[in-house]
T-cell receptor, first 111, second 116 residues
């Protein structure tokens, strides 16, 4: 079963705007990760945030985590056409814990 | 980052035949590899966990006799779809995890299987 659900399912914005995607999960977590998938390709790991962290930055990416609400958000600032992809949150992946993906958000950046 | 390759990238086969997909970790030894299946515009669903030198662990609902997994070396895992049917058409993605203590999984580029 899916651990995370993401919204929106699809998002189209103009190049240069910021894109925000949200992820909600059901059980307690040790960490939450965000991945990007270009169409018909594998996944690329973007960023990991641990359960004791509230915010993390990596370049144009900003991830927040609210464990009380069991939710996370991924913000991409100053979007570029190359950011067009599907974005997935995932929980687990440590030790014997399997990596469980959310439903994903399809982001389209309009040039 | 680490590199994981998959071969073939695309395969079309006839119903009833078997197809083998290879997953290789090119620059590290992976004691654990994972096989995922992804339907169009959907998320990844874990099919099985492949451990080098031992039997794979399959997720509930995944037929182990249909999806044969072999992890014969620290750099290679194979998924064989036996007696393929059109409903097996999907995007199959593998990932490899570095040895204990490192969390990150590195994903292959995926294999598009079409069964006619």
């Amino acid at each position: 079963s899916q651990q995370g659900e993401e919204d929106p399912q699809a998002l189209s914005i103009q190049e240069g705007e910021n894109a925000t995607m949200n992820c909600s999960y059901k059980t307690s977590i040790n960490n939450l990760q965000w991945y990007r998938q270009n169409s018909g390709r594998g996944l690329v790991h973007l960023i990991l945030i641990r359960s004791n962290e509230r915010e993390k930055h990596s370049g144009r990416l900003r991830v927040t985590l609210d464990t009380s609400k069991k939710s996370s958000s991924l913000l991409i600032t100053a979007s570029r056409a190359a950011d067009t992809a599907s974005y997935f949150c995932a929980t687990g992946g440590f030790g014997n814990e399997k990596l469980t993906f959310g439903t994903g958000t399809r982001l389209t950046i309009i040039p | 980052g680490a590199v994981v390759s998959q071969h073939p990238s695309r395969v079309i086969c006839k119903s009833g035949t078997s197809v083998k997909i290879e997953c290789r970790s090119l620059d590290f030894q992976a004691t654990t590899m994972f096989w995922y299946r992804q339907f169009p515009k959907k998320s990844l669903m874990l099919m099985a966990t492949s451990n080098e030198g031992s039997k794979a662990t399959y997720e509930q609902g995944v037929e182990k006799d249909k999806f044969l997994i072999n992890h014969a070396s620290l750099t290679l895992s194979t998924l064989t779809v036996t007696s393929a049917h059109p409903e097996d058409s999907s995007f199959y993605i593998c990932s490899a995890r570095r040895p204990a203590g490192i969390y990150e999984q590195y994903f292959g580029p995926g294999t598009r299987l079409t069964v006619t």
